[in-house]
């Protein structure tokens, strides 16, 4: 598989000549394995699931062709399997993050049997999975279509006055699962009013008000993958506050500018830049308190950030798929971000996102 070859492609960085994924994500990411115990071994010619008899059937059913599959006896240490599985005196990689001191001591134990050396491997796996293969994006697309679906249904079922933030929010996840979806991203944000100027608001039982902002942002996971949108509307009757308006073209303008300047190649500092600058000539600067996006796939978050505060400014590649949100935020009055989720291609983006962005009056 391709993400093997780019894996082991890695190991010469690290000078290291067998690596073993412990996080579920990359356990998943790595043998298609989806259960919650699990080990995930590559060296250069193989790659190994090693989990326990609660899984045997599954872990048979679930991994991609290729992988070989080893139950641990009852009583039987994960490790003691992956020492068996790697030469004498090698240094492996090891997922240092995602191991508490009490499992990386133990495991030093382990590996002396053998010679083996413990190296942390950072951000390695993290990066392979930020390129994207045709078949994960497809999963990306069916969550995002269906979050559209839903959306564009509750938006016209929407009773001002009466719908509660928490009604939508729990109506939203319970269409998406039973459309399909494995499950929603994350907790879908439903942010009325003056609480939409708070950028993680969470969904209130309180009713949304007419002639006021709506600010909904919602993503949905299909076979593992994530999706991730914002929209933020105005609800009538009346028309929308100029202000609110004016704010809402400077950040969509500022949205739009981001993405023509996404390509294979530019530095994920760029596009943030140039949405700064929209957003300070409109005088709003001050009220985008954070970054422009994220990588999307496995996790809601991942590699790489879209900010102008990322140390390493490493670049975009084609296959990517990052977000785009830019926001601001005016306390006591009104919040407005809008989200796009773009794949990165050689000439530019292709967006994921079909929801429309222009500023609708429910
Ligand atoms: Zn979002
Ligand atoms: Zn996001």
Redesign the pocket.
Known sequence: MERWKRVRLGFARYKISALVATSRVNVRYLTNFSGTAGLAVVTPEEVHLVTDGRYSGRAQEEVFSGVQVHIIRPGQDYWEVVLDLLPVGVRVGLESWNLSVERWTRIQKVFRKKDLQRVRVGSLLEYVRSLKAPEEIARMRQAQALVEEVLSELLGELRPGVTTEKDFAVELQYRLKKRGADDVSFDPIIASGPESAVPHAQSRPVPIQPNTVLLVDVGAIFEGYCS?MTRTFWVGPERPDPEFKRAYMAVLEAQNVAIEVIRDGVRVRTPDEQARKILKRAGLEKFYPHGL??GVGLEIHEYPALSVHNPDNPLLERNMVV?V?PGVYLAGRFGIRI?DMVRVTDSGVENLTGFPKDLQVL
Do not use: N, R, S, W
Request: charged share 50%; hydrophobic share 0%.
């Open positions: 991730d996006g994220h977000t949100e989200e």
